[in-house]
Structures are given as C-alpha cells and as structure tokens.
C-alpha cells in the first residue's frame, strides 16, 4: 500500500466505501447518467466471465444503460447473443457492429467523404457503440467482456470519480494487478515487458522532448482496457482501430483535455482471458506488440522534432532491451518475495522476440507512417448531424426484425 500520487491524480484502494459510492451514484444518475459500453466477439458468450459481469452488473441501479459493440458473422449469432443478454435487467442495446445494417450507414457516410470502410476490429466497433453510447450519457464507462474478476464495485470506482460534481474529472482509467491468484503467476507481459521499457527507452531517447510521453508514463497500467470518460471527452478523441488503442487513447486524451482532469483509480487484482504469443507478428500476442509500436512510433513522430530513422530504431531496440532485461530482475525478486511461480528464462524469451518485432513494427511504419485513427465523432456530426440516430435506427431495426 503506498500514497505515492503521479503527475496525474491516483486514486488508491485505501478504505473504498462502494455502498456509499453507489449510492451517490444512483442519486447522481438522475441528472449525469452513466452508460456502460462493452466490445465483444460472439464468442465471448461461450465463457464463464461473460455470465459473471452480467450478474454483477445486474446489482447496479445507477447504470442507465448497457450498449454491447457485438462482432457476429450471421444473423444466428446476433439473435443467440440478444437472448443471452435477456438476463441483464439494465436497459440494453445490442449492437451488430458487422451487421448489413450498421454497415450501410458506414458505407452511406462515403458520400460525404468521410470514408471508415478500411478500417475493422475493437477500435471501430466501440467507435461505433461510443456514438450511440453518448445519445444517453453524461458519462461512458468501458471495459472487456472477458474479466474473471469482475465485479459491481468496478463500475463505481471508474464512474464516481466522472460523475461526482466535487471531482468532475473528465477521464478516469484503470489499473491492478495482474496476478492469477489460483495459480500464483504474473501476467500482463505485453505491458511489463514490452510498454513499459519502451516507453522508458523512447522518452529518454527524445531527451523528455514530448510532453505526450511524461503523460503515459503517469500512468501505472498503460494497456488497461477499463476507463470512463464525459460523453463530451468521447465525442473529440479520435480512435484507434487496432491493438494500439489503449496508447492511441491516452494521447488523445492528453491533446483534448487538461492533466488536472486525468485521473486513476486502483481495481484491485484483475485476470482475463490470456492471448497466446502467435506464430507471426499478424496473431496473438506478436500483433498487439507489433501495433502498439506503430502507435509509439506515430507519437515520437508527432509531437517531437525527433527523426524516426533505421539507425533510429536499432538504437531503441538495443535500449530496449537492456531496459526490460534490468525490469525482468526486478520481476523476480518480487515474485520470489510474493511466493509467486516465475520464470526468468521464459521472460528473457519473451523480450527477445519483442525485440524482433519492433524492429519488423519500425521498418513497416517508415515504409508506410500512415494514420490508423478514425475521425472523432465531433467532426462525423459535423459532416453527418443525425449519424448517431441513423445507427441507433438500425440497432433497433435488427432487433424488431429478430422478434
């Protein structure tokens, strides 16, 4: 336990009264409503934390609404999720991000040159479900469908720090630890081995020349997939459509909104489903290193002078390494102290073949340093006004053609 604060507000796990937070919540919600937006693949309803998260939030009275971004292949798989969701007793809404009907708003929007068809994935689909999301909210909250450790106190503590006029932060993001508690095993190695010494090696590299890297190293989980944030905040950010999202986000966040607004809170311990390494840069765990470094190379390109060269990136991956080769040591001490199950070998395994991919990541952003943001709905109203309603129209379409 420490009180240490960052350069943005911490917000500790020292004594969390979440009855009273809940029920200022539910006092709140009346006039600064909350809505809860969670990505998912129509598999998702096949594992445990699915049913979990739906019982958990069941127990909070404040959430005005649940909207579900849903990436289904067939109408089969969107009707068997909306009758897996009859067991959320908050409002829902399923949305069929992939469906023919949301794709035809998506498409129709290329008539007034603005053009997201390329883009597919997380990103797009909670863009998509963040628009419809922002019709109901004041404040948004998101997070995963795949949490084991789910439960009702996650919401409030991302939430109250949004809707609790004596705090009216404007951005508040998760963190934990990501300890498997059964098995005694730390996780979370794409942020401990890879986010972590990168980010290090990049704002020493660029001398603390960009202020956008101080604000991510603030934060003490940079890839938590949990934050809430004002309906107006989600409205101006633009966002990533790949595995980048999560470090795309937090820049974004810092362009549009001041660090006093910024907060984050302690969850506790966290587990969810672990993604395998992949064989290739373009699955798994390889893919998320491989984007995140596109996203890394996008911000020093950005908002520093510094040029982003071949003799650029052998420098950082050579940092790099050495960086989390020295985390990697640290790793294990806690882990012996905490009688946690490590492997140092595995992890020195694991750093190598991040060190490859970065290199593979950089040399495919010098070729191509293209954008992978999509536009923020500020702009998408600004070219289309009624885009939030027309989506909300054909949620609703395909829900009354499946009754």
């Known amino acids: 336990m420490d009180?240490?604060?960052?350069k943005i507000t911490t917000i500790h796990n020292f004594y969390s009264d979440t009855e009273r937070i809940s029920q200022h919540l539910h006092d709140l919600s009346f006039?600064?409503?909350a809505v809860v937006v969670i990505p998912m693949l129509y598999q998702e309803i096949e594992n445990p934390p699915l049913t979990h998260i739906i019982n958990e939030l069941n127990k909070c009275a404040y959430i005005k609404k649940v909207v579900v971004a849903l990436a289904a292949d067939d109408q089969e798989?969107?009707?068997?999720?909306?009758?897996?969701?009859?067991?959320?007793?908050?409002?829902?809404m399923i949305v069929w991000c992939n469906g023919p009907r949301i794709s035809n708003v998506i498409n129709e929007m290329k008539d007034n040159e603005l053009d997201i068809t390329a883009f597919s994935g997380?990103?797009?689909?909670?863009?998509?479900?963040?628009?419809?999301?922002?019709?109901?909210?004041?404040?948004?909250v998101l997070h995963d469908a795949d949490i084991v450790t789910y439960n009702k106190d996650f919401p409030a503590k991302m939430l109250y720090p949004i809707m609790n006029p004596q705090l009216n932060f404007y951005f508040n993001k998760g963190y934990y630890a990501r300890i498997k508690l059964d098995e005694k095993t730390m996780h979370g190695r794409v942020y401990r081995l890879f986010v972590r010494p990168l980010l290090d090696t990049l704002a020493k590299d660029v001398e603390y020349e960009s202020e956008t890297l101080e604000f991510l190293q603030a934060f003490r989980y940079t890839?938590?997939?949990?934050?809430?944030?004002?309906?107006d905040l989600a409205l101006n950010i633009r966002v990533p459509s790949d595995w980048g999202l999560e470090v795309g986000l937090?820049?974004?966040?810092?362009?549009?909104?001041?660090?006093?607004?910024?907060?984050?809170?302690?969850l506790g311990f966290y587990d969810h489903k672990h993604k395998e390494m992949g064989s290739s840069p373009s699955e798994g765990l390889g893919k998320m290193v491989n984007d995140i470094m596109v996203t890394f190379l996008r911000i020093v390109n950005e908002t520093t002078s510094t040029n982003v060269s071949d003799t650029f990136l052998r420098g950082v991956q050579v940092k790099y390494r050495r960086s989390a080769q020295d985390l990697i040591r640290q790793y294990n001490a806690d882990a012996i102290c905490?009688?946690?199950?490590?492997?140092?070998?595995?992890?020195?395994?694991?750093?190598?073949?991040?060190?490859?991919?970065l290199m593979g990541a950089g040399d495919h952003y010098l070729e191509n340093?293209?954008?992978?943001?999509?536009?923020?709905?500020?702009?998408?109203?600004?070219?289309?006004?009624?885009?939030?309603?027309?989506?909300?129209?054909?949620?609703?379409a395909d829900l009354n053609e499946i009754k």
């Not at 798989?77 to 829902?92: P, S």
């Not at 997380?122 to 948004?140: M, N, R």
């Not at 890839?223 to 309906?231: D, I």
Request: net charge negative; aromatic share 12%.
């Open 369 to 396: 340093p293209s954008d992978e943001l999509l536009p923020d709905w500020e702009r998408a109203l600004s070219a289309i006004p009624d885009l939030r309603e027309r989506l909300r129209d054909a949620v609703n």
């Open 122 to 140: 997380k990103g797009k689909d909670a863009w998509i479900a963040i628009g419809i999301a922002s019709l109901y909210a004041y404040a948004i």
């Open 31 to 33: 006039i600064r409503p």
């Open 77 to 92: 798989q969107y009707r068997t999720t909306v009758e897996f969701f009859n067991r959320l007793e908050l409002d829902n």
């Open 223 to 231: 890839l938590s997939g949990e934050f809430a944030f004002t309906r």
């Open 3 to 6: 009180f240490y604060q960052e």
């Open 338 to 357: 905490n009688g946690l199950h490590y492997s140092r070998h595995l992890e020195e395994k694991y750093v190598d073949l991040f060190a490859d991919i």
């Open 250 to 266: 937090l820049a974004e966040i810092y362009r549009n909104t001041t660090m006093k607004k910024v907060c984050q809170t302690d």
